[in-house]
């Protein structure tokens, strides 16, 4: 089942073209790695998902519904959660309060067992639900940034550049909880990326996007084996 759908989508900032006609399709459940360089469109490609860059032409389609137009918060209730590049917590907020904002959706109800589930997969923000999400280190301001997200009950998770910044170690953590998460949740997920070989060793589908297109795309372990992807992008 296609969940998500975008179609010859241009995002225009001003008189600067940041993506130039992206296709793009992601099923149920599935997670997509949208891998790349600097400045090749990868968040303006997540943002114009979320209404949160100006599309100005193409569609985004989500169970064949067109969104593009729509304000953030409204793509939310279609669904979709994002977790912006920089993870962007709120440093002056708990950790709490910092997963009540991604619950604006969320019936009052089923708040509890929602934190609760967040709780299950990030075991350290309970231990630090009372803290300022300033004072975590970048690896659990990660993990805040994304349960955050995940707070609204998604289907489709748009998540940017998780690894940045973070220890390899940390990283490696970060992806085998993603992987747990997808799992039990039957979640979709575009996982944006520059540290390429790790997204592309967790999504069973990778696009590469340069210079605000997609070059190519297809099952991970076919895209990682390409020559152009090797020397460009893995350096190898
Ligand atoms: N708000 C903006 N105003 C003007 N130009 C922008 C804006 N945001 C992005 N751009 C431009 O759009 C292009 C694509 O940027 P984008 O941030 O989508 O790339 P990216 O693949 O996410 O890069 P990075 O890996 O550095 O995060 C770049 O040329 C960038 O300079
Ligand atoms: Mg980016």
């Known amino acids: 089942m296609t969940l998500l759908e975008l179609?010859?989508?241009?995002?225009?900032?001003?008189?600067?073209?940041?993506?130039?006609?992206?296709?793009?399709?992601?099923?149920?459940?599935?997670?997509?790695?949208?891998v790349g360089s600097n400045g090749a469109g990868k968040s303006s490609t997540l943002k114009a998902i979320m209404g949160m860059a100006p599309v100005s032409s193409g569609h985004v389609r989500l169970n064949g519904v067109v969104v593009n137009g729509l304000r953030p918060s409204q793509v939310v209730r279609h669904g979709v959660a994002y977790s912006p590049e920089g993870r962007r917590v709120f440093p002056l907020l708990s950790v709490l309060d910092n997963l009540r904002t991604g619950a604006f959706t969320l019936p009052k109800g089923r708040l509890a067992a929602r934190l609760a589930q967040m709780y299950s997969y990030f075991p350290v923000l309970r231990e630090r639900a009372g803290q300022l999400a300033g004072s975590l280190s970048g690896g659990e301001q990660q993990m805040l940034a994304i349960a955050r997200a995940l707070m609204s009950c998604p289907r489709l998770f748009l998540l940017d550049e998780p690894s940045l910044g973070l220890a390899p170690v940390i990283v490696q953590r970060i992806g085998r909880l993603l992987i747990e998460i997808q799992k039990s949740e039957g979640l979709a997920v575009i996982l944006a990326e520059q540290n390429a070989l790790w997204a592309m060793g967790l999504a069973q589908r990778t696009a590469v996007i340069d210079l605000g297109r997609i070059q190519l795309e297809g099952p991970s372990e076919v895209v990682r084996h390409n020559e152009d992807v090797r020397r460009t992008y893995l350096g190898t």
Do not use: C, K
Not at 9 to 29: C, F, K, P, Q
């Open 7 to 34: 179609r010859d989508v241009e995002v225009s900032y001003g008189s600067v073209r940041a993506t130039h006609g992206i296709s793009l399709a992601v099923d149920e459940g599935e997670t997509l790695a949208l």
